[in-house]
């Protein structure tokens, strides 16, 4: 069965750039009908949108992030990627990945990665 | 803030039924899919679509809808039902959103 699994650094400086890195198990990337998405939560809080990418590389953003935010797939490696640049504290949070299908749905998370932002 | 709206706390009796409701306007056009997400755990998937569970989700999990409003009942709570519980659809730009959650106590 497909998991997903999130990797990267656990603490990133202010103003530097957030780079996380999903790996696909168990199923290729290439599948259509999936978008690939990075979903976050801040310490306490509910669950927010980042965006997502389809396997053929179109992207969609959170219009409130979207100026820092780059969401890219390499399918060779069977992985895709977020990057958040321009970080504060405020983008401390739980960095999820997952996989959406049909009727909005998030079907298959990874299992999370805290990145503090502090010098 | 949210486009979509639920109660931030809901409790049930042991064994006793309860709604758990997610309003917006993106409602009439959308599906909402339903997350349970235990402390220190991720999201999982509980209903999509029309009223879908996914593999390995007790059938006591049922979704719903009418105008703005979806629903999420658990029909004879468990114990193991104690968890936040987030809605999750599109906002007005067709973008996805979720809703800010609904913890839910089992008494």
């Known amino acids: 069965q497909v998991q997903l699994q999130e990797s990267g650094p656990g603490l990133v400086k202010p103003s530097q750039t957030l780079s996380l890195t999903c790996t696909v198990s168990?199923?290729?990337?290439?599948?259509?009908?999936?978008?690939w998405s990075w979903i976050r939560q801040h310490p306490g809080k509910g669950l927010e949108w980042i965006g997502y990418?389809?396997?053929?590389?179109?992207?969609y953003y959170n219009p409130s992030l979207k100026s820092r935010v780059t969401i890219s797939v390499d399918t060779s490696k069977n992985q895709f990627s977020l990057k958040l640049s321009s970080v504060t504290a405020a983008d401390t949070a739980v960095y999820y990945c997952?996989?959406?299908?049909?009727?909005?749905?998030?079907?298959?998370w990874g299992q999370g990665t805290m990145v503090t932002v502090s010098s | 803030s949210s486009e979509l709206t639920q109660d931030p706390a809901v409790s049930v009796a042991l064994g006793q039924t309860v709604r758990i409701t997610c309003q917006g306007d993106?409602?009439?056009?959308?599906?909402a899919s339903w997350y349970q997400q235990k402390p220190g755990q991720a999201p999982v998937l509980v209903i999509y679509?029309?009223?879908n569970r996914p593999s390995g989700i007790p059938d006591r999990f049922s979704g719903s809808s009418s105008g703005n409003t979806a629903s999420l009942t658990i029909t004879g709570a468990q114990a193991e039902d104690e968890a936040d519980y987030y809605c999750?659809?599109?906002?007005?730009?067709?973008?996805?959103?979720f809703g800010g959650g609904t913890k839910l106590t089992v008494l």
């Open positions: 679509g029309k009223n």
């Open positions: 168990g199923g290729s990337i290439s599948s259509g009908g999936y978008y």
């Open positions: 999750n659809s599109r906002d007005s730009s067709g973008n996805p959103s």
């Open positions: 993106s409602l009439r056009s959308y599906y």
């Open positions: 990418i389809y396997y053929s590389g179109s992207t």
């Open positions: 997952a996989r959406g299908r049909t009727y909005n749905a998030f079907d298959i």
